[in-house]
């Protein structure tokens, strides 16, 4: 069998071919993705610092009495985060399961490719222990030519020195 020689168009994402038929968990319609995003937003800095300083400018104006819409205790911005949480914690379950059914797909395409490399590897392998067969072979031909060589060397050194002999001596 020969091995597989990967072409020059395949990409680093191939293995994950197989699943792009799939769809995610949630659908790719534009709620999802939008949701996912949003969700994303809630962890960032820009989220956190801005949501600090407008609730230090609401606390600021209710209490020193610049407005009266919310006094102390704040129930209304009490209620502005109940509603907050209300939307943000599903809002962050589907972004999370949005991103853990493609750490599935990436999963599996990854097990794909490393099995792929081992199967390659195995390959690789027997092709090199066929390879060294065949060197030790023809260096087991090359020592067995070698010594036909040297004996057929050392049998015209013999018959020239016969010769040799003969034609001085005769």
Excluded: C
């Amino acid at each position: 069998m020969e091995p597989a020689v990967p072409s020059k168009v395949s990409t680093y994402f191939r293995f994950h071919t197989p699943h792009a038929h799939l769809a995610s968990t949630f659908g790719d319609d534009w709620f999802g993705a939008k949701a996912e995003i949003f969700a994303r937003f809630f962890g960032t800095p820009v989220f956190l610092v801005g949501q600090t300083i407008a609730v230090a400018i609401w606390i600021a104006l209710n209490v020193a009495g610049v407005t009266h819409f919310d006094l102390y205790p704040f129930i209304l911005l009490n209620l502005a985060f109940s509603l907050q949480a209300a939307y943000a914690a599903p809002l962050i379950l589907l972004a999370q399961t949005r991103q853990a059914a493609r750490d599935n797909a990436h999963a599996d395409a990854d097990a794909h490719h490393r099995e792929d490399i081992a199967q390659s590897g195995i390959v690789m392998q027997q092709a090199a222990i066929k390879e060294s067969e065949t060197m030790r072979k023809l260096l087991e031909q090359n020592t067995r030519l070698t010594e036909t060589t040297a004996e057929l060397s050392r049998r015209i050194a013999e018959l020239t020195n016969e010769i040799h002999s003969k034609v001085v001596t005769g």
